[in-house]
């Protein structure tokens, strides 16, 4: 079966503009995370989907949000974009919540921020 | 809070070479263990895992076991090959129960194998 696909797979933006980034995950998974990752901080946990709704967040600041559609596919969305979240974002799907389960992960969308 | 240490690299091999890299953790409860590859270009993708103390992991010649007394979960592989090049990543969740705050991520190790 498909695997996760995250689109788009690269992406330019400048300063202080917003951008949306988007995950399907493989079919009959309802669990969606979303992490960043760079070469200075390494890969960290930005949030968790479970059935359209959030269930936990990592620790960055609120211009970071995202939501889950009914067909579990998500979204996530960084406003007034700062140099520094110039990143890989990968998302992970799993079939159930929580981190016990196997999570799958996309190739990522790499943002870069001029 | 959770941490997760891994030596960074780059650590470079000789094909058919032992492969250690250690990784320990910090986690109150009683975390899962992971070990990620991401090869270049791609995402992560889950090479093996533990879920309590004394379990071994295994895939593809990997293994891992979950020491509790010594919280590591280093990843060996006896004889490894050109292509196992790679970042590996060891990973922890649920150390508080249920999951919560996802994966807690090492900074990975760059594994280079020369022929």
């Known amino acids: 079966k498909a695997g996760v696909t995250q689109t788009p797979r690269y992406l330019i933006k400048t300063r202080g503009q917003q951008v949306t980034l988007s995950c399907s995950p493989i079919s009959g998974h309802r669990s969606v995370s979303w992490y960043q990752q760079t070469p200075g901080q390494g890969l960290q946990f930005l949030f968790e989907y479970f059935s359209e709704t959030q269930r936990n967040k990592g620790n960055f600041p609120g211009r970071f949000s995202g939501r889950q559609f009914s067909n579990s596919r998500s979204e996530m969305n960084v406003s007034t974009l700062e140099l520094g979240d110039s990143a890989l974002y990968l998302c992970?799907?799993?079939?159930?919540?929580?981190?016990?389960?196997?999570?799958?992960f996309g190739q990522g969308t790499r943002l870069t921020v001029v | 809070g959770d941490s997760v240490t891994q030596m960074e690299g780059p650590v470079t091999l000789s094909e058919e070479a032992f492969l250690t890299i250690n990784c320990t953790y910090t986690?109150?409860?009683?975390?899962?263990l992971f070990w990620y590859v991401q090869y270049p270009g791609e995402g992560l993708q889950l090479l093996l895992k533990a879920t309590k103390a004394d379990d071994k992991g295994s895939n593809k010649g990997f293994e891992a076991t979950y020491r509790k007394e010594t919280t590591s979960f280093h990843l060996e592989k006896g004889s490894v090959q050109v292509s196992d090049s790679a970042v590996y990543f060891c990973a922890l969740s649920g150390a508080s129960g249920g999951g919560a705050d996802g994966l807690t991520f090492g900074k990975g190790t760059h594994l280079i194998i020369q022929p």
């Open positions: 986690a109150t409860g009683y975390p899962s």
């Open positions: 992970a799907s799993s079939w159930w919540k929580g981190g016990n389960t196997e999570a799958f």
